[in-house]
C-alpha cells in the first residue's frame, strides 16, 4: 500500500488517487499546425523513466484536486508533492539500487552455466516414520 500525501487534505490510501500520467508534457502552442505523426507523438509517447520521475495525479475520491509528484519508479518512494503549474523540484536523489530476482552473477542458478552450490542442504533422505503425536 502506498500512502500519498495529498496538498490538499493529507496523507491518504492510494486507492483514493489516480495517476495522471507524465507531468510537465507542454501543450503544442498550435495544435492545428501539427500533422498526425506529431500530434500522436503529443498524445501517446511519454518517458517511461526507471527511477526517479514527476507525475501527475488526481486525488478522485478527496478533493478532486491534480498535483505533481516525484515518485521513484522503482522504490515507490514518494520525494515530492507540489501543486499543479509549480516548476519540478530540483532534487539530489541518488539513483535506486537494483532489485528483483534475476542475477547476472556467475554461480547463478539463472544466468551462466555453473551448477548451484548445494553444500548447506541435507542429502539424507526424509524419514518415513510419523512425527510423534501425529495420526493417521
Known sequence: MLLI???NCGPRDETEFHYGGQAHVAYPENPNELSDTEWSRYLFYRANTKG?????????TGCRQWFNMVRDTVSYDIHA???????????????????????????STTTGTAA?????????????????????
Open 5 to 7: 500525501s495529498c496538498p
Open 52 to 60: 526517479t520521475f514527476a507525475e501527475r495525479w488526481v486525488h478522485s
Open 81 to 107: 508533492v507540489y501543486p499543479m503549474g509549480a516548476p519540478r523540484p530540483d532534487l539530489a536523489i541518488p539513483p535506486a539500487a537494483e532489485s528483483g530476482t534475476a542475477s547476472t552473477a556467475p554461480d
Open 116 to 136: 548451484p552450490d548445494i553444500s548447506g542442504t541435507s542429502t539424507t533422505p526424509a524419514s518415513t516414520t510419523a512425527p510423534e503425536g501425529a495420526t493417521k
